[in-house]
């Protein structure tokens, strides 16, 4: 047999050819084993060849060609060899072959060692000629699983050193910087102590999960004496922790993941003593209190800023109470014989777990109905644009069609009978309330710097946004001018007014819309985000609108109270619709006895006057947002004062003097002096009305009741004396530059609008403050109230709500309402037709004093945007 087939057959193809050389060694080991004389002969005269050999034996080299080409080519002695070794080594690899299998795993890292091992040996064996010595050796080193297990036994000692290493790291990082434990309550459940049981575990071994839940959880910062003391943590880190166990041994069910559940904590300081130093560092601490809030006060409307909110991640198997508990225990440790003390609480709605639901049938049911108005206004504007070129086309379906109800939003096209300073004076005073309503929800948010924010705050010039109280009046004083305005104009035609007409044609107005946002916010935008406060300032006001939407839609939510009204920003609706509603009362007596109806609501407006004043003054009110006001305050004006319509009632019936003064004295001539007369009363009453309050914005400003009355009782009027005056030198042909701006026709898109912004402004506002995940930077008054997204999210629901529920319910009213026609007998030197903005506003009947082929065309949105 030739070297060729002894290396075929001892080498075979399938065999690896990294382990070759070792099974030359294996070769070499049968051969001594044999002992035979032959095999030692010819291993006897190979090892003056392996001694220096042609390769390196730690390669693939062809170590058995030189051990086999010794005694020549052909020789007897050789086939003799070979055909022992095609017997023996056969059986022999199949054994190797086995062992090889059972260890690839462990050998596999090593080989490269593990070949040098047994060839070094070879080699020196060989070169001393000593096979017996190499038999010793090779006994010893070869066995693979001897090898693995040595192997293992390194593994397993390094994990250890490993796990010590760790553990020393993990004691020196919870040294300065402690886990949160919710099962140091007493009666925490067993599955909560089961998984702070494995969270302290994970966490001694720094296992990356509890790692992360450790992290998520607010920390100590630095900033405290400038208001730095709210800690949101990591709301997102913790919400994404998620791990499972198999095994089910800490007493929960097996394959039970434990997740990072969130928790917002709420504690205030109380104070053991009158300490001057004490106070003036807790003053320092919660940014010299704008607002100051009380531990009990509801928050879902307005800012509880002396509270400290602090975010800690916990394992979901425990509940609000074990977290509550847990930080009231941490709290009281650290503040020990020093007699402050902590107020505690955390709500359950507070507590937030990454765990998907299916939807409720409600919400099901409300995506769906917003799905078919979608569907149904896609329908209508195909129809609308496909039946253009028509003669006529079917109004009931154009109705909601998307073309048609933009046209109509975006057209700047008045009747000549429209009041047009109205468009502007609404337009400022709506961007005035936004302005305020943003200042009020900023306060939601967490800074590190928020002591230098309320000093900067602290100052006269905030009363633009302190004064939103005033910003309301002018709506209502518009609202009662139109709707005289327009009945007077009936009455002076002998027009019949039908009052049920008068009534639904309101409701089919400002319900769709309403009914609209009331269910967007009850069932689908809670679905929208998530955030620390997600369900404080959206979820809680959903779970409100649940139980007392009724009340929003009878317009009669207005006298249940702030803290349980749905939407509390709706309330004026409930006081304009209420007002309406006895308005033609007012009007029919001013009307009939002009006389005794004009002493008769004079008289009115002073009794509400006096009303204010006296209830600012036995209750501690302030309808003005003065540095330091008490929520409970707050909460008391708005339940008392400013959304109880007969306190309201002044601005109102001024609002209908007004309309019956533009009718009777329609074009009176004024002089130059009575002019400038006119002009100066208004410019005391604006300055008085707006700047008269601002020393009460002042840091240092302390409540006076007094002060406070007097602006409750004067400034509406005083306000609403400056736009009156406007209104009716503007109307009468009287112009100049501040009446020109306001009677711009652009104005008339944002009166169209207006409805829509009053309802949308609030949600997009809340929706920002829950989604808030960090602490920001508070720079200027300028850069937090001009927030272009947020500007931008209220244009495009106000459109989106207006052409899919207000323009399209004020085509179908048209259709369903037909106005009667006024009598040809009868002639007036009143205009021919009354303000578009009166029909537009107050929902009175007045297309067919002047007929027009765009439908919308005396059809705006509700004017009295809050």
Same mark, same amino acid.
């Given at each position: 047999m030739r070297k060729e087939h002894i290396c075929s057959a001892l080498f075979g193809a399938s065999f690896p050819a990294g382990m070759r050389c070792q099974m030359l060694a294996l070769l070499a080991l049968l051969c001594s084993c044999l002992g035979t004389r032959c095999g030692c002969w010819a291993l006897g005269g190979a090892a003056a060849a392996v001694t220096h050999p042609t390769c390196n034996l730690k390669d693939n080299c062809n170590l058995g060609e030189n051990l086999l080409t010794v005694a020549g080519d052909g020789d007897p002695v050789e086939t003799h060899i070979a055909s022992i070794f095609e017997d023996?080594?056969?059986?022999?690899?199949?054994?190797?072959?086995?062992?090889? *299998?059972? +260890? @690839? %795993? &462990? #050998?596999?890292?090593? *080989?490269? +060692? @593990? %070949? &040098? #091992?047994?060839?070094?040996?070879l080699h020196d064996a060989l070169a001393a000629g000593n096979l017996s010595e190499l038999h010793h050796h090779a006994i010893?080193?070869?066995?693979?699983?001897?090898?693995?297990?040595?192997?293992?036994?390194?593994?397993?000692?390094?994990?250890?050193?490993?796990?010590?290493?760790?553990?020393?790291?993990g004691q020196r990082f919870l040294a300065f910087s402690q886990p949160f434990d919710a099962a140091r309550n007493p009666n925490a459940s067993p599955l909560c102590?089961?998984?702070?049981?494995?969270?302290?575990?994970?966490?001694?071994?720094?296992?990356?999960?509890?790692?992360?839940?450790?992290?998520?959880?607010?920390?100590l910062n630095s900033g405290i004496l400038n208001g730095n003391i709210n800690q949101p943590g990591d709301f997102d880190q913790c919400m994404g922790i998620q791990q499972t166990f198999d095994d089910g041994t800490d007493g929960s069910p097996a394959n039970s993941p434990l997740r990072g559940q969130y928790c917002l904590a709420y504690a205030q300081p109380v104070l053991p003593h009158k300490s001057k130093r004490l106070q003036a560092f807790f003053e320092l601490l919660q940014s010299h209190g704008p607002f100051r809030s009380e531990f009990n006060d509801p928050g879902h409307r307005v800012p509880r800023y002396s509270l400290v909110n602090w975010g800690i991640c916990v394992p979901s198997g425990c509940t609000h109470r074990d977290v509550e508990y847990s930080v009231a225990e941490y709290l009281r440790n650290q503040t020990t014989a020093t007699g402050i003390t902590f107020q505690v609480r955390v709500e359950p709605k507070m507590c937030q777990v990454r765990d998907p639901q299916p939807w409720d049938r409600n919400t099901t049911w409300a995506v769906r109905f917003f799905v078919l108005v979608l569907c149904v206004a896609v329908l209508s504007t195909v129809y609308d644009r496909s039946t253009k070129t028509q003669p006529k086309q079917n109004e009931w379906c154009t109705a909601f069609s998307l073309d048609k109800n933009l046209r109509w939003l975006f057209s700047t096209n008045s009747s000549p009978g429209d009041i047009e300073a109205v468009h502007g004076i609404r337009f400022l005073n709506a961007m005035m309330l936004i302005f305020s309503h943003k200042s009020m929800a900023m306060f939601f948010n967490p800074y590190n710097n928020r002591t230098a924010m309320s000093e900067s705050l602290g100052q006269p010039w905030t009363v633009i946004g302190r004064a939103a109280s005033l910003y309301t009046d002018p709506f209502l004083l518009f609202s009662g001018m139109l709707t005289s305005y327009s009945l007077f104009g009936r009455l002076m035609k002998q027009q019949p007014i039908r009052l049920k007409n008068e009534y639904i044609s309101r409701l089919m107005r400002i319900v769709p819309p309403l009914a609209a946002l009331i269910l967007f916010c009850t069932y689908v935008l809670p679905l929208w985000g998530s955030g620390p406060q997600w369900n404080l300032v959206v979820g809680h006001h959903a779970d409100i609108c649940k139980q007392h939407w009724w009340r929003n839609l009878l317009f009669i939510h207005n006298y249940f109270g702030f803290s349980e009204m749905c939407l509390t920003h709706t309330h004026h609706l409930g006081i304009d619709t209420e007002l309406f509603a006895v308005a033609p009362l007012f009007i029919f007596v001013l009307w009939r006895w002009p006389r005794r109806g004009l002493l008769a609501l004079l008289f009115l407006c002073t009794i509400g006057t006096a009303a204010r004043y006296y209830t600012t003054i036995v209750n501690q009110l302030s309808n003005y947002i003065y540095f330091g006001t008490n929520i409970q305050r707050l909460f008391r004006t708005a339940d008392y004062m400013y959304s109880f319509p007969p306190h309201r009632s002044t601005v109102y019936i001024m609002g209908i003097l007004l309309g019956y003064a533009l009718r009777k004295y329609q074009g009176v001539q004024l002089s130059r002096l009575q002019l400038r007369l006119g002009w100066l009363a208004a410019t005391v009453c604006v300055l008085a009305s707006l700047l008269g309050p601002a020393p009460m914005g002042h840091i240092s400003y302390v409540y006076n009741s007094t002060h406070a009355a007097i602006y409750a009782a004067f400034a509406p009027i005083a306000w609403c004396l400056f736009f009156s005056w406007i209104v009716f030198v503007s109307h009468n042909g009287y112009k100049n530059k501040l009446t020109r701006l306001f009677s711009w026709r652009g104005f008339q898109v944002s009166t169209k609008l207006s409805y829509a912004i009053y309802l949308t402004q609030f949600p997009v506002f809340f929706f920002n403050v829950g989604r808030r995940r960090h602490i920001h930077h508070y720079y200027n008054f300028v850069s937090i109230i001009l927030d272009t997204n947020e500007f931008i999210s209220i244009f495009l629901a106000s459109v989106a709500l207006t052409v899919l529920f207000d323009a399209p319910f004020q085509n179908l009213k048209k259709l369903l309402i037909k106005r009667p026609s006024s009598s040809p007998a009868i002639k007036s030197k009143a205009p021919a037709t009354t303000s578009s903005t009166a029909s537009q506003l107050t929902d009175t009947p007045q297309s067919q004093e002047r007929p027009t082929t765009d439908p919308h065309s005396h059809s705006h949105p509700h004017p009295h945007a809050d």
């Open positions: 023996k080594v056969n059986y022999s690899l199949k054994l190797f072959a086995d062992d090889a *299998n059972a +260890a @690839t %795993t &462990t #050998t596999t890292s090593s *080989n490269s +060692a @593990t %070949t &040098t #091992t047994v060839l070094d040996v010893s080193n070869y066995t693979l699983r001897q090898l693995s297990d040595r192997r293992e036994e390194e593994q397993d000692q390094v994990e250890e050193e490993e796990r010590v290493y760790l553990y020393n790291i102590r089961a998984h702070m049981r494995r969270y302290m575990q994970a966490l001694n071994n720094f296992d990356l999960w509890a790692l992360k839940m450790h992290d998520a959880s607010g920390k």
